[in-house]
């Protein structure tokens, strides 16, 4: 029979690669523990344990009953607050509103409510009395376009004019309006993710909450990066959380790190593109995010979404840059 096994120590360890590892790769457990007094044996423990991350169980086929269990159950909850179709997911649910015009032009007013982006619809729903007050299927919508007016009270507030290939528009307001017009824009090309709030499955790595640019109402993405730092003259691949955030732009933290590493707002960017090449993840592609203060190297399985969508923020903050210039 072998040796049992013998503590080792290794002084170049840290509590984040311990946290990296138990998130990335997880542990698997299988002891025997005797507890005894006076050398006399009075309890036994056989434990067998698996500590990991969400998404690595997932990957290895552990815990995936519980998991369809809950995205059913959110799933269902959602459908109880909005009528919803076969298939259809629930993208992003905030507080809004519907402008209202009588066919004659009599009377016109804001019907206020929640407006729902699917994965099929924009809808602005009441729930008391129950009423669809607007919806649209998303391959009908040509443009949503950001429009400001003044309110009641002299407060400059942004709505969303919906433009319809068929010529109809429609007015919403959104607690998140800027967020909103591009959800819809990623939600028509197919690149958004459903948030376990809104009734889905969450990004990979869920959001801390509470603190500032953790918004859940602006956060548009976030995942599980690697990122390539220098160290001595070396570089190191580091794991944690990278995000975008409508208002705060993009970030990336080291599980314990007590700030991000990386903070960009998304006119900072000059250049976003991938490149192949040997990454932590496998041979994949590197994300590589340029701007005045450095080029960053990142690496994530999901690089092809994360360029397509700093890439297209990028060009949409500079052109509305540009526009509030000419203006």
Do not use: C
């Amino acid at each position: 029979m072998g040796e049992a096994m013998q503590p080792t120590r290794d002084v170049r360890a840290t509590l984040p690669d311990l946290v990296d590892v138990l998130l990335n790769k997880g542990v698997y457990l299988d002891l025997d523990l005797i507890i005894t007094v006076a050398d006399i044996p009075l309890i036994g423990v056989n434990l067998k344990a698996t500590i990991a991350g969400m998404e690595t169980m997932l990957e290895y086929g552990m815990m995936k009953n519980w998991d369809e269990r809950t995205r059913a159950w959110l799933r269902d909850s959602v459908s109880r607050q909005v009528p919803l179709r076969g298939g259809e997911e629930v993208i992003a649910k905030m507080a809004g509103g519907h402008y209202w015009q009588d066919p004659d032009g009599s009377f016109e007013t804001w019907r206020p409510g929640s407006i729902y982006l699917t994965t099929h619809r924009i809808i602005a729903f009441r729930r008391d009395p129950e009423e669809i007050l607007w919806q649209a299927n998303l391959y009908d919508i040509a443009q949503v376009v950001l429009q400001t007016e003044s309110s009641i009270g002299g407060e400059k507030r942004s709505r969303l004019l919906v433009e319809k290939h068929d010529g109809g528009t429609a007015l919403l307001s959104a607690a998140q309006p800027n967020r909103l017009r591009d959800l819809v824009l990623k939600a028509q090309s197919g690149t958004v993710e459903i948030e376990a709030s809104a009734g889905g499955p969450s990004t990979r790595g869920q959001a801390e909450r509470g603190g500032k640019g953790d918004d859940p109402d602006t956060l548009l993405f976030e995942g599980d990066v690697w990122y390539q730092e220098q160290r001595s003259g070396s570089p190191i691949w580091r794991g944690g959380t990278a995000k975008y955030d409508s208002d705060e732009g993009f970030s990336w933290k080291a599980a314990l790190d007590r700030r991000p590493a990386i903070r960009l707002k998304a006119t900072e960017m000059t250049a976003v593109r991938a490149e192949n090449g040997h990454t932590p993840v496998g041979n994949s592609s590197i994300l590589i995010l340029e701007s005045e203060t450095g080029t960053y190297r990142l690496a994530s399985d999901r690089v092809e979404q994360w360029a397509q969508l700093l890439h297209g923020v990028s060009q949409q903050k500079r052109e509305d840059d540009d526009d509030a210039e000419s203006q």
